[in-house]
C-alpha cells in the first residue's frame, strides 16, 4: 500500500478519506519536522493561505493574507525534494500554488482586482458546490486520468472554487491542463514526471460522491508503482 504524505490543512478529513478510498495510506506531515521523503511514496500538498510572495519576487497586494512561514518554509522545501525525486504528487489549490513558485512560477496575487470580468472563485459554502466549469487541455495528463468523466461532457469539468489567487506563469517544465472561461489557469502539471497534477478546485470535498476518484486513484496508483 503506498504511503501518501499529506501536508498540513485544517480542513485535514476530506484529503484522508480520498486517500483511503483510492487504497492508500494517508500520513500527516507535520511542518515542525525537516522536510524528508523518507518512508513516503507520494505526497498531496493540500490547500490554504496565501503563499508569501517574496517567494516569487513580488511586493504584497493589499488583499494578500497574512503569510504562515513556517508552513511556506516546509512546503516550498518538501516541493523542491519531489520534484527533484520524481516522486508523484497531486497538489490542491495553495497546493498547487506552492508547487508553482517552488519550480520557479509565478502567481496572480488577486483575481478580483487584477483581472477583468473574473469570475467568482470564492465560493466557500457547501464545500462541494459546483462554482464554475473548466476547461481540460485535450491530451494533457488530466485529461487522461479523468477520460471517463469527459467522455460525457467534452473537455469540461464542473468543479468547486475557493481562491483568490492563481497561476501567473507557469514553471519551466509545466504546462496549463485546464482554464477557466475566464482564462483563469486552473491546472498544471509536468509531463516528464510520473505524476505531477495540481488543481486549483477541491476533489477531495467530492470524496462521497466519486466525481474526481480517478484522480486521486491514479495518483496512489503512480505512487505504488513509481510511474
Known amino acids: 500500500m503506498a504511503v501518501i504524505g499529506i501536508t498540513p490543512s485544517n480542513r485535514l478529513t476530506d484529503y484522508l478519506e480520498s486517500v483511503r478510498r483510492a487504497g492508500g495510506e494517508p ?13 513516503l511514496d507520494g505526497i498531496l500538498f ?3 493561505g496565501d503563499v508569501d ?10 488583499n494578500t493574507k497574512e503569510p504562515d512561514a513556517a ?3 516546509y512546503e516550498l522545501a518538501l516541493a523542491k525534494l519531489a520534484l527533484a525525486g520524481n516522486v508523484p504528487l497531486l497538489a490542491v489549490c495553495r497546493g498547487l500554488q506552492v508547487v508553482n513558485v517552488a519550480a520557479g512560477g509565478t502567481l496572480i496575487q488577486d483575481i478580483p482586482t487584477e483581472m477583468n470580468e473574473a ?13 464554475h466549469e473548466v476547461w481540460v487541455t485535450p491530451g494533457s495528463a488530466l485529461s487522461r486520468v479523468m477520460r471517463e468523466q469527459l467522455a460525457d461532457s467534452g473537455d ?19 504546462s496549463v491542463a485546464a482554464t477557466a472561461p475566464d482564462g483563469v489557469v486552473e491546472a498544471i502539471e509536468r509531463p516528464d514526471a510520473p505524476f505531477c497534477i495540481g488543481v ?4 477531495e ?3 462521497r460522491t466519486g466525481e474526481f476518484r480517478s484522480l486521486f486513484e491514479e495518483f496512489v496508483k503512480a505512487a505504488e508503482t513509481g510511474d
Do not use: M
Request: net charge neutral; no cysteine; proline share 10%.
Open 27 to 39: 500520513r500527516v506531515l507535520s511542518v515542525d519536522a525537516p522536510p524528508s521523503l523518507e518512508g
Open 46 to 48: 493540500t490547500g490554504g
Open 53 to 62: 510572495p517574496v517567494h516569487y519576487d513580488k511586493t504584497p497586494h493589499p
Open 71 to 73: 508552513r511556506d518554509a
Open 119 to 131: 469570475l467568482g472563485h470564492q465560493i466557500d459554502s457547501p464545500s462541494f458546490a459546483i462554482a
Open 156 to 174: 469540461v469539468l464542473q468543479v468547486n472554487s475557493r481562491h483568490h489567487q492563481a497561476v501567473a506563469r507557469a514553471a519551466n517544465g509545466f
Open 200 to 203: 486549483q478546485w477541491h476533489p
Open 205 to 207: 470535498n467530492f470524496w
